[in-house]
């Protein structure tokens, strides 16, 4: 027998269940679970809803985030524009 964390252990048993046949239903749980990146992003693959406790230092947001590429280091170019 092999140590594994809490989620992972739910992540087997949501496995388990979902091949067995049961309907999918949500899945709830507190910020042992809600921490869990691995258990987050597991539950949003296999399309299932969940309520987690994210506990109070998980930042997230409400709406997709607009990024940029990060603007190249210029090398060599930047110090001959400098000196």
């Not at 252990?9 to 691995?38: M, T």
């Not at 506990?55 to 210029?74: H, M, S």
């Amino acid at each position: 027998m092999q140590f594994q964390a809490k989620p992972a252990i739910a992540l087997e048993l949501i496995r388990q269940v979902l091949a067995d046949g049961v309907s999918p239903a949500p899945v709830l749980g507190d910020e042992v679970y809600g921490a869990s990146s691995e258990l987050r992003w597991e539950l949003r693959r296999l399309g299932l809803e969940y309520f987690l406790n994210a506990g109070g230092d998980l930042l997230a947001w409400t709406k997709p985030v607009k990024t940029r590429l990060a603007k190249k280091y210029l090398g060599s170019s930047r110090r001959r524009a400098c000196g």
